[in-house]
């Protein structure tokens, strides 16, 4: 069993930046994929940013690219989601999964079911 809690939602003004962490714990094998989602009142949930089990394994989609950057401190079983330039548009609660199944196209891992645990999510609010 993997345990996510995410942290670093809050309200920001258009333009501005969060940076959200996901930090795992709970079992002694690193995730092998760890996503960022996010879903806004009355929309479907949307896959983020992901990144696997090296630095050029990351995915990021395309209403984020240029504008968020995903990392990861492996001794810290930390994910980071970095946001900048923030958009009304990118409100939302944002929830990091994770899997230690081997994605083999990085495309299915902006796929939820592509995730075995999920954390509780954490809220991103971005006033215009």
């Known amino acids: 069993q993997v345990q996510l809690v995410e942290s670093g939602g809050g309200s920001v003004q258009a333009g501005g930046s969060l940076r959200l962490s996901c930090a795992a714990s709970g079992s002694t094998n690193r995730p092998n994929w760890v996503g960022w989602f996010r879903q806004a009142p009355g929309k479907e949930r949307e896959g983020v940013a992901s990144i696997g089990p090296n630095v050029y394994r990351i995915y990021l989609a395309d209403s984020v690219k240029g504008r968020f950057a995903i990392s990861q401190d492996n001794a810290k079983n930390t994910v980071y989601l970095q946001m900048n330039s923030l958009k009304p548009e990118d409100t939302a609660l944002y929830s990091c999964?994770?899997?230690?199944?081997?994605?083999?196209?990085?495309?299915?891992?902006?796929?939820?079911?592509?995730?075995?645990?999920w954390g509780q999510g954490t809220q991103v609010t971005v006033s215009s």
């Open positions: 999964a994770a899997t230690q199944s081997n994605i083999r196209l990085v495309t299915q891992t902006m796929w939820a079911g592509s995730y075995d645990y």
